[in-house]
């Protein structure tokens, strides 16, 4: 990977690009590095400082997880999305730690925790699209958080199902009932439960391949 | 209240107050307003903009609502504290709602949201001091959700009672089980129960005056 290459693809992925120095901008491509993670493996864990996360291709899971193993689905990251909260060594207000697995085989751009903090104490703007990021994840995570404390189970299912398959544009959802509890914040067996439910009222099918959404328009009014 | 008084207090309670231009401190403190609650009205509901609010004293309570009336505490806010939340039209990236209410008779200064936003989009050292506040609000509520969702409630409560004592200097707190539950985001009949508990294990002691806590070792014991 050539220094040219990760400063084409910066010009799209940072609104700030342009308004930096050319040394700066050199400084954070020497400070790039590219990953490659298969399903499953972890990209990120708890207090390291991973630095920035560009996503190129697949999927990012960012979750919380409790001493005894429990965990709870924060956001996902798509192509194209920055992670910010994998560098809390840039950002000093943040005090938690997150962890990242990712969701599918993934390609991303790591630039150093360091090198980007350093940038950004000489750029204003540098800092600002990081904070504006990790604020934007606030509110993602504030929704998630309504999800699990306010909401009805057969409600958030039901959203869940809907928004997934509007993501990948059809109606078969390919996920297990375990991936499924881990996205909603909740138990296999309480979404396993929930899905025959849906099933015996004709809304969805549920078989070995997946969950496929029969009725759409009963799904939409689990949701209101 | 003049606008003299506003900038003696703004020079303390803003780091960026003596980078920004003369015209600028003087836009604020022309935008800005005192405000009193008393205890229990609500000083902030949900999507409307109250500006940025800075606590002179009493204590204001962060919380989340849902549709049926079921809230959950993010933070508390007490002297010297900033609220940016109550600010969602200054921050673009809050796309979420709280409600604030006064936890104790509050004084607050209040600077106009559209009036902040005006001056933070000229001097970018604002613009990240309200999102570094933002972000540091979003530590406080991820650490709010890992209580609630992780941790049991025994733990929850001990490290309540521990920090409310710590905060008050006092070993009687004086909340009731209702507000309690509230703060720590679980149902009266809960607290009630598990403080009962405590009082069995002779932890505690439930009065109509409040709560005393006799043996603070064994309370930290349940913390860890």
């Not at 920055?82 to 962890?99: H, P, Q, R």
Request: hydrophobic residues 40%; negative net charge; contains cysteine.
């Amino acid at each position: 990977m050539t220094q040219a290459n990760f400063a084409s693809v910066y010009e799209d992925a940072f609104p700030f690009w342009n308004e930096i120095p050319d040394t700066d901008k050199d400084y954070i491509c020497q400070n790039s590095s590219v990953f490659t993670y298969p399903m499953g493996t972890n990209v990120h864990d708890g207090d390291e400082c991973s630095g920035v996360i560009l996503v190129r291709c697949g999927s990012l899971r960012v979750y919380m997880l409790s001493e005894n193993g429990k965990d709870i689905t924060l956001y996902r990251l798509h192509e194209g999305d920055i992670c910010m909260l994998s560098a809390s060594c840039v950002l000093d207000a943040i005090t938690f730690d997150v962890f990242i697995d990712a969701d599918k085989d993934s390609e991303c751009y790591s630039i150093s925790g360091p090198a980007f903090a350093a940038v950004s104490k000489r750029n204003p703007c540098i800092k600002i699209f990081a904070l504006e990021i990790a604020v934007s994840r606030f509110s993602d995570v504030m929704w998630v958080m309504q999800q699990i404390l306010f909401m009805s189970m057969d409600k958030r299912l039901a959203i869940f199902l809907l928004d997934e398959s509007a993501r990948t544009n059809s109606d078969l959802i390919l996920l297990t009932h375990e991936q499924i509890a881990r996205y909603i914040g909740s138990a296999r067996e309480v979404v396993s439960r929930m899905l025959k439910y849906f099933s015996n009222e004709g809304i969805v099918e549920v078989s070995r391949k997946g969950i496929k959404i029969l009725n759409r328009k009963h799904l939409r009014q689990l949701t209101s």
